[in-house]
């Protein structure tokens, strides 16, 4: 992989009209480390959130042993880079066919449930094996109520009166069990840790028997632009939320027992910044060559600000408008699909113009994972690059840019 200081660095040197990952693998081994430091349990990784083997690479090498895994896909992905990683398999709904996979081939011991058919599935694998239910500890999966940018508590969770009962089952039939929740991707209130706390004491206050284990799944936010043309979200810093949940979980005394976490998007977030290129500029619209089918479409669906850079092309001798002066620009895709347009602007020096690029910061989650092909696009170009995005040269065109409140 070719290596530049910066994201501007590779875009004067590569005039790259295609979009160009710049993979920061320092910038993802410090967060990581970061959150392994702020978590007192075991922090497993959610692979969904960026699966590509330089990603889970980078984090074996920094130090992360545990991965959440969801798909025969995971499993051999992380067993690829690393042949003792613990995989815990914590999708609530699964193929039968997965399930003897993940624990005859890749030998998976942990696993979670939200319903009695899954246990069902689970036991009819377990008995075929001959494994003893007391070596893998089932999660029970508790719906949570909260606030955050891609609300997940709907789709999965027993409710915590049926979450009981299927704790009991599962610990007649001899499995370990714990406790789990998800609260959705990038919080958007502090308290949601608490109310889902609050509901896994619920549960443990009416279960019969010791749990093994309390998984508080993911959902820390990353840090993202903001638009000034909305209401600013405030939100208290990482430290403040992590320290708040270790509070927490020492009130609701879950300190006591094996703890997990499921970081997905907190992690992966920072390493990774765009480089897109505007292939036109029409007044104050920009097209470019990436798009909610390729890189751009979490941040769609989750209505995210991203932080954009200017880079201009030196090249363009003439310009209209003072650089100082910074405008939203609606951003429209590079397929035809006519729903291919941001629902953010990208705030930039009103110069910008066709030919330019664009850095786009933040963008390691979900992005490279939810790529399609559509259309025929596909970007896959990757350059590393040294210095972290929030660091770079003067502010220009980088007015989305906030930090949370410290
Ligand atoms: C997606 C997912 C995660 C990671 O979520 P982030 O918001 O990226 O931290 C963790 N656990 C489960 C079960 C998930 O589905």
Redesign the pocket.
């Known amino acids: 992989m070719q290596r530049f200081e910066n994201a501007r660095a590779a875009a004067l040197a590569l005039r790259p009209d295609e979009p160009v990952y710049c993979f920061r693998p320092q910038v993802l081994k410090a967060d990581a480390v970061q959150f392994m430091g702020m978590f007192a349990g075991k922090t497993a990784y959610?692979v969904?959130?960026n699966g590509e083997p330089i990603v889970l690479k980078a984090l074996v090498e920094a130090g992360v042993t545990a991965f959440?895994v969801?798909s025969p896909g995971e499993f051999a992905a992380v067993r690829e880079v690393s042949a003792d990683a613990e995989m815990l398999y914590?999708?609530p709904v699964k193929a039968q066919s997965d399930i003897k996979l993940a624990l005859e081939k890749y030998r998976i011991r942990v696993i979670?449930v939200d319903h009695e058919d899954e246990i069902t599935k689970l036991t009819r694998v377990v008995r075929a094996l001959d494994i003893d239910p007391a070596a893998i500890t089932v999660f029970v999966r508790v719906q949570t109520k909260g606030h955050?940018a891609?609300e997940?508590s709907k789709k999965f969770g027993a409710g915590p009166a049926y979450a009981v009962e299927l704790g009991e089952r599962l610990a007649r039939t001899g499995y370990k069990v714990g406790l789990?929740f998800?609260v959705?991707?990038?919080i958007e209130d502090p308290d949601t840790y608490e109310r889902a706390l609050a509901s896994a004491d619920w549960v443990r206050n009416r279960l019969s028997f010791e749990l093994a284990g309390l998984d508080v799944?993911?959902?820390?936010p990353a840090e993202y632009g903001h638009d000034p043309n909305r209401k600013k979200i405030e939100m208290p810093s990482l430290g403040q939320i992590m320290s708040r949940l270790s509070g927490d979980l020492k009130e609701y005394q879950f300190d006591q027992m094996p703890l997990v976490a499921?970081?997905?998007?907190?992690i992966?977030a920072r390493c990774l910044s765009l480089i897109v290129r505007v292939l036109l500029r029409k007044g104050r619209r920009l097209y470019i060559n990436d798009g909610i089918w390729a890189s751009l479409s979490d941040s769609w669906t989750g209505k995210i600000t991203l932080p954009a850079r200017f880079i201009p092309d030196p090249a363009i001798r003439s310009r209209n408008g003072s650089e100082k002066t910074i405008v939203p620009f609606k951003v429209c895709g590079a397929t035809c699909d006519s729903v291919d347009i941001l629902s953010r602007p990208f705030w930039l020096p009103e110069t910008v113009d066709t030919g330019d690029w664009i850095e786009i910061g933040h963008i390691g989650?979900?992005s490279l994972s939810l790529r399609t092909h559509f259309n025929g696009f596909y970007p896959n170009t990757f350059v590393e690059v040294i210095t972290p995005f929030d660091e770079g040269d003067a502010p220009e065109g980088f007015a989305s840019l906030e930090t949370m409140a410290e």
């Open positions: 959610a969904k959130t959440d969801a914590m999708h979670a955050a891609y997940l789990c998800h959705g991707s990038q799944g993911g959902g820390f499921e970081p997905g998007r907190v992966a989650a979900y």
